[in-house]
Every structure is written in structure tokens, then in C-alpha cells.
């Protein structure tokens, strides 16, 4: 028999992640702070929670993926969060970009109540959500990784563990450090062949298979060139991730100049009124020119 899963969020990401369980037959109960974002996934055989604590105590494993570190604070630490409502023998699963030194306050407090903790953060965006392909970096006891591994391999195809608690967010930051300056490099490499009168799309077409290649590269530029700026990862919580990978390189005595200039790049979408915005829409910056 399928063990129960309980999902706290249901995001763009997040609510593909929840298809895949139920379609793979697991018995999924949901808690969101919006309910309407829930109610499709409730018609397609999930089961809705009033609260947190109501998702949580009947369930086998607790999968999380909200927006922000402080979100994971209150859902984890709250009064009736999960670490107050669980019990002996669950494992929590956070899969929300989020501070590694957080990862590793939840593993403390889970240990010391039974809990098994796996930090898991993914990349891949909704495309990797909906296509069951993303990337999951885990942080947490090995064993209790490879417990979690069948259930990670319903949604994810890149399935890596990386060591221990905190270990998976601090990858993801390194992940997204990557992505943060080669989204500039898209942005104007298809800049520069519009100004010098080539088709972009096609210039895409000899591009994208040789060195320069990358997963923004082919999956945003396309949008970048249709104006099609909805969000498979928000530009707010982009910025988010930004901020924590650039204070962890100071507590690291590491400089990251390209990071703090696509940082402040970003910072300026937010403030132009980018924030719900997929990160492709840094695009904008070059129009017009």
C-alpha cells in the first residue's frame, strides 16, 4: 500500500510535483494558505487540510514548497506548524529555495522529536515540474535519502545527494549563482543579434547546440523573443535566492561581482513592477535599444 503524503504549498512548481504523486497513486492530502490553488489538485483525487497540523499528523512523509525562508519558518516552526503536530518516525521534505542554515535548524528540531529532515530544493523550473524532469539536490542522512528516493523519482530525473543537512541549499545556491549570470549572457546574445539585423530565432537555431548552450538558452530565449514573460520561476523569489547566496559567499570571505550585478538588475525589475514575472522578463532591460 502507497504511504500518505502530505504537500504543503501548491506553486507553479509545486502543484505539478502533486499530478505526479497522484498519478503515480499515492494518497496526497494538501494544505495551501490559499485554498483555491488547491482546488483543482482536490478534483484531481488530492485531499484537502484545513491547517498544517491537519495535513500533517495522519501522514507519512511531509513534502513542503512555499515562497519564502519565513514561510518555512511559520510552517515548520509555528504553533500548530509541522515539528509541533508530527510525530516519531515521519520524514519532512523541504523542497523550497531556502537558507542552508535554516535547513539545518529544521534537521536539529526534527531529530530531537524523531523526525527524519532531507533538505531538497529543485531546479528545472515548471518544465521540469510538469515534465516529471527536475533537478533535486538533497541534504540530510543518507539512508533516509535513499528511503525518500522512490518517491523523489516520481518528479525528478537528476536526483543527487550531496551530503549533509544543508547541504542541498547550499548546491542550489550554487546553482542559481550559475543561472543568475548566464540569464544576462541570453539576454544579450539575442540584444546583440537583433541590432545586428539577424533573426534571432534563427541565430538561437546555431547557438543553443554548441558551447554556449544552456537550459535558459533554450527554454527562455523562445519566450524572451514571444514576449512571453509568465512565470516558470517568479523574479521576487529569484531576487530571494540571490539575497541568501550572497550572504552565505560573506560568511564564506567570498567576492562575487556577477552575482551582485545581476542582483542589482533584478532589483530594479522588482521595482519596476517585475516581480510576479518569470526571470526571462530581465529581457526588457535591452528592448528599445
Not at 549563482?177 to 546574445?189: D, H, P, R, S
Not at 554556449?212 to 509568465?230: C, I, K, Q, V
Amino acid at each position: 500500500m502507497k504511504k500518505r503524503i502530505a504537500f504543503i504549498g501548491a506553486g507553479v512548481m509545486g502543484a505539478s510535483i502533486v499530478r505526479h504523486l497522484l498519478q503515480a497513486g499515492y494518497e496526497v492530502v494538501m494544505f495551501t494558505r490559499t485554498k483555491s490553488k488547491a482546488e483543482p489538485l482536490v478534483k484531481e483525487g488530492a485531499t484537502w487540510a484545513d491547517s498544517v497540523g491537519a495535513a500533517v499528523v495522519d501522514s507519512d512523509f511531509i513534502f513542503t514548497m512555499v515562497g519564502m525562508p519565513k514561510d518555512v519558518e511559520e510552517i515548520y516552526f509555528g504553533e500548530e506548524g509541522i515539528l509541533s503536530s508530527g510525530r516519531k518516525g515521519q520524514i519532512v521534505v523541504d523542497m523550497t529555495t531556502s537558507s542552508p542554515s535554516l535547513a539545518k535548524q529544521i534537521a536539529t528540531a526534527a531529530e530531537e522529536k524523531g523526525i527524519s529532515s532531507i533538505d531538497a530544493p529543485v531546479s528545472g523550473g515548471d518544465i521540469g515540474a510538469r515534465n516529471g524532469t527536475l533537478s533535486i539536490m538533497c541534504g540530510g542522512d543518507k539512508q533516509v535519502f535513499e528511503n525518500i528516493l522512490p518517491i523523489l523519482s516520481v518528479f525528478g530525473e537528476q536526483i543527487i545527494y550531496q551530503g549533509g543537512p544543508g547541504a542541498g541549499q547550499h548546491t542550489k545556491m550554487a546553482n542559481q549563482i550559475a543561472i543568475a549570470t548566464n540569464m544576462i549572457g541570453v539576454c544579450e546574445a539575442i540584444a546583440y543579434a537583433q541590432k545586428a539585423g539577424l533573426d534571432p530565432g534563427v541565430v538561437l537555431t546555431s547557438i543553443t547546440s554548441g558551447a554556449a548552450g544552456s537550459w535558459s538558452l533554450t527554454n527562455l530565449a523562445p519566450r524572451m523573443l514571444e514576449e512571453d514573460f509568465a512565470p516558470g520561476f517568479y523574479v521576487k523569489h529569484f531576487l530571494k535566492d540571490m539575497d541568501i547566496a550572497l550572504q552565505e559567499a560573506e560568511l564564506l570571505n567570498l567576492d562575487l561581482p556577477g552575482l551582485q550585478m545581476a542582483r542589482e538588475m533584478y532589483s530594479e525589475l522588482i521595482k519596476q513592477g517585475y516581480g510576479e514575472k518569470g526571470t526571462q522578463v530581465l529581457y526588457k532591460r535591452y528592448e528599445g535599444q
